[in-house]
T-cell receptor, first 114, second 110 residues
């Protein structure tokens, strides 16, 4: 079946603009995760959803970052007033359930803030 | 927090065997994951060790010792396509998120 998909694949924006990144998880997966990967850095956890609920938002770097999930499916990650340090690849993953179930990753959105 | 250490880079020859180590300082977790990531692509799942010992899956094997905070990924009969970054990751936050090491960039040469 189809894997995790993300859009756009690339996004170039100017400092101070808002951006929205979209993730479509694998059908039937209840858990969804957002990570980001900066150049030379490991994957950094941002947030996860169980259904439409996000119990742990501690990984979000600042209050400029927010995420939502609707219908237990699609999720959007919004970054307001983007800064150059937000430039990274934003990866989405999904799993059938929480609690150490294998996470399957999407291709990512490469965000460049000029 | 967790300190997850992996070598930054490794180079090996096509057809050879390579072992990529991962050490960590944490407790109370459930298992360890290994992912492969080719440049510009998404990480793909390789293995999950929940118990101590060796798990073999084709050319790839993964080992875990929870008491020693140590894991390794063993790649046999290396192929050029195995050139990639290999990431170890621990389930944290009650198992609801993954904490990744910075990855080991493996280069396979002729």
């Amino acid at each position: 079946g189809a894997g995790v998909s993300q859009s756009p694949s690339n996004k170039v924006t100017e400092k101070g603009k808002d951006v929205e990144l979209r993730c479509d998880p694998i059908s039937g997966h209840t858990a969804l995760y957002w990570y980001r990967q900066s150049l030379g850095q490991g994957l950094e956890f941002l947030i996860y959803f169980q259904g439409n609920s996000a119990p742990d938002k501690s990984g979000l770097p600042s209050d400029r970052f927010s995420a939502e999930r609707t219908g237990g499916s699609v999720s959007t990650l919004t970054i307001q007033r983007t800064q150059q340090e937000d430039s990274a690849v934003y990866l989405c993953a999904s799993s059938f359930r929480l609690d150490t179930d294998t996470q399957y990753f999407g291709p990512g959105t490469r965000l460049t803030v000029l | 927090g967790q300190n997850i250490d992996q070598p930054t880079e490794m180079t090996a020859t096509e057809g050879a065997i390579v072992q990529i180590n991962c050490t960590y300082q944490t407790s109370g977790f459930n298992g360890l994951f290994w992912y492969q990531q080719h440049a510009g692509e998404a990480p793909t799942f390789l293995s999950y060790n929940v118990l101590d010992g060796l798990e073999e899956k084709g050319r790839f094997s993964s080992f875990l010792s929870r008491s020693k905070g140590y894991s390794y990924l063993l790649l046999k009969e290396l192929q050029m396509k195995d050139s990639a970054s290999y990431l170890c990751a621990l389930p944290t936050g009650g198992g609801n998120k993954l904490t990744f090491g910075t990855g080991t960039q493996l280069k396979v040469e002729l």
